[in-house]
């Protein structure tokens, strides 16, 4: 089975367009407890369902939310993304399927991948217009879910993480809802780069590059400018 047969086969068969962006997963869940295999307890919103139709505001998709406020969800977080293309490397890596929105997304898609979606990048997704506004950056709750010793360092050192976006439009989204790519932002700066700055470069000139973004969220300029001061004053010094 080649590579995209093995896609299609993962996504239940979908026929995808060149290039088209497509929904396979719409998922929601709210904050519980949840014991791994190891007894250990966690609160989170990780566990999502899989739903038909959905209304999403500017403060994220009815039925869903975060436990950890600080550093997930509001305004610039308000929906998550992963491509669906990654959930095959990783059950091979890992050597197991991996559930439903395994990654805690409200949207399992394909042909959005990192390399490919810039911050800034404008979707109509069914009635509901988001923009593309960062990385995302996985936590440890991602290995306690799915069970994994690797799964989040695999994350980084693969720049693989999806991404989240700001809603411009408050709208209902069905799982059958078209991904129409309104407008590409004009600096063009991808979220695959935008996390090989983000977690591995310490090039002032590149975190630069990517502070400059009008459309990036505030918490990633905010960090990236107190990173960039820290390079600075040590070129000073």
């Not at 996504?11 to 007894?39: F, R, W």
């Not at 966690?42 to 999502?48: A, C, D, S, V």
């Not at 600080?70 to 990783?90: F, M, N, T």
């Not at 979606?117 to 995302?136: E, H, L, P, S």
Request: charged share 25%.
């Amino acid at each position: 089975m080649n590579a995209k047969e093995m896609i299609l086969f993962r996504l239940g068969g979908i026929q995808m367009e060149k290039n088209k962006p497509i929904i396979h997963t719409l998922a929601v869940g709210m904050p519980k407890e949840l014991i791994d295999s190891k007894g250990r307890s966690m609160i989170t919103g990780i566990e999502k369902q899989k739903i038909q139709e959905v209304y999403l505001s500017a403060h994220g998709f009815d039925g869903d939310d975060v436990a950890d406020k600080k550093h997930h969800g509001g305004p610039d977080r308000a929906v998550c993304l992963y491509p669906a293309e990654h959930y095959i490397q990783w059950e091979q890596e890992l050597g197991k399927p991996l559930p439903t929105a395994a990654f805690g997304e409200n949207l399992t898609v394909t042909n959005m991948l990192e390399a490919d979606t810039c911050i800034g990048d404008i979707y109509k997704i069914g009635d509901a217009v988001i923009q593309i506004t960062q990385g995302r950056v996985p936590c440890s709750t991602i290995d306690k879910y799915t069970e994994s010793n690797t799964l989040l360092k695999r994350m980084i050192e693969t720049g693989y993480t999806g991404f989240l976006g700001r809603v411009l439009e408050e709208g209902t989204i069905c799982a059958s809802s078209n991904i129409e790519l309104v407008e590409k932002h004009p600096a063009q700066v991808s979220v695959l780069y935008c996390n090989e700055v983000y977690f591995k470069n310490k090039d002032a000139d590149a975190m630069k590059h990517i502070r400059a973004v009008d459309a990036l969220a505030e918490d990633w300029k905010q960090k990236l400018e107190k990173r960039i001061q820290v390079l600075q004053s040590k070129v000073m010094n």
